[in-house]
Structures are given as C-alpha cells and as structure tokens.
C-alpha cells in the first residue's frame, strides 16, 4: 500500500511508520507528501496543498496524520457524532481540514480520494513511546489530571524519561523512538491505553482495509 506520512518531526515520521506497519500487518511502500511540517500549528497549516498535491501528482492511497494535542482538549467518543465538531480538538481540526479540502476534488489516478487517518497523540507521542514501560502514563491518566488542574507529568517528563533529557539531538530522538515502537509488533496495547488519539488512528486504518476488501 503507497501512504504518505505527515507529524510535527522525522523522529515523529518514523516512529509513525512503524506504527502504522503494526496496524495495517503489512509493510507500506512511502510516499513523499511534497511539503514538511514543523510542530503543530504548521501541521494543519500546510496539509491543503499536501492533499493537493497527493491527489492530483500522485497515486498515493492514503495519508496520516499525528499530531501532538499538548495541553488541547482530548478527542473522545463524543465528538464522533454525526455532524459534531469541537473547535479546541486537534483531531477534529484535522479531520475538517480533510473534508474542506477534499470535497470538489474529481477522482483521480483510480480512487475518489486520498484516504484519511488522523491520530492524536496524548499529550505527546513520547506517551505512547512509553507505552507498556511506564503504566502511569495513560490518557485516562491525563485526562483526569486536565480535569482536577493539575496533570500527572509534563511534556518534558515524557522527553526526560524517553531520551534522558529534553532536548535529544534528532538522530539520538529516531533511535529511541524507533526502538521504543518496535516493542510494538500488536497494537492492541496502545489501543488500550490511549483509545481516543491511537485508537481512533488505528480505526481509520482498518477502515482501510475493508474498503480494500470490499463489501462482506
């Protein structure tokens, strides 16, 4: 499967390789999105002319998309509802963005569109990097800080215990992170542990591959 990847890093990128390796089960042939992203809101910023340019330049199937939500209101069941959106949501953001920007693009290169997956990473990928490591680390965990005022570890707690300090030169940050997902051969742990930004990725992903496989 041709998939183009879009995060706030290439540390970010290739830990997302991984990642979405894990919960396809198959490997992904890469796609270059055209444009480079550096933190977020530059993400959201540049993923028009991304989807442009996938679409109409490219037989790319498919593009994800993560982002960090740092301290932004976390994605939940809730906003899954037809027609609602949250405006302080990342991932609803992003998925807006999508729907804008795809809405009059004519099919192209034998499909209608480029395909959407879109995670958020709680409060930062170096959460799920810590996955099955550290059980304190969770979304329900941090969620339930952001709603008593008073988060159970910081963005640079996580980086601390990642990298052993918050300002890893990019090659030491693509090592640990790769060395952190590939722990990760079944996803079915991070799903677990952060349901609302990498379950829904993985969601998105397996929607995938029943479009693939058509109807039952």
């Known amino acids: 499967m041709k998939v183009a990847l879009l995060s706030e890093s290439p540390a970010d990128e290739a830990a997302l390789r991984v990642l979405v390796e894990a919960v ?3 490997p992904i042939a890469l796609e270059k999105p055209g444009l480079r992203a550096r933190g977020w809101p530059n993400v959201a910023q540049v ?9 109409f330049n490219t037989d790319v199937e498919g593009l994800v998309v993560v982002v960090d939500s740092d301290d932004s209101v976390v994605h939940t069941t809730e906003h899954e509802a037809p027609g609602y ?3 302080q949501c990342r991932l609803c953001q992003l ?6 920007t795809q809405k009059k693009f004519p099919p192209l290169h034998g499909r209608d569109r480029v395909l959407r997956a ?10 799920w990097y810590l996955c099955g490591q550290d059980p304190q680390v969770t ?3 941090w969620m339930e800080g952001q709603a008593r005022g008073e988060t159970p570890y910081t963005r640079r707690d996580l980086k601390w215990r990642v990298y052993g300090t ?14 952190c997902v590939r722990r990760h051969r079944d996803s079915r742990r991070l799903e677990a542990d952060f349901p609302h930004g990498f379950g ?17």
């Open 24 to 26: 396809l089960a198959e």
């Open 47 to 55: 993923l028009p002319a991304i989807l442009r340019h996938l679409h």
């Open 85 to 87: 959106f949250h405006p």
């Open 95 to 100: 998925r807006g963005v999508f729907r804008k």
């Open 118 to 127: 879109v995670g958020i990473a709680v409060p930062a990928i170096e959460a």
């Open 139 to 141: 979304e329900l965990a």
């Open 166 to 179: 918050d300002r890893p030169g990019l090659a030491f940050e693509i090592q640990r992170a790769l060395e």
């Open 200 to 216: 829904t990725l993985a969601g998105d992903l397996r929607n995938w591959k029943r479009r693939d496989s058509g109807p039952a």
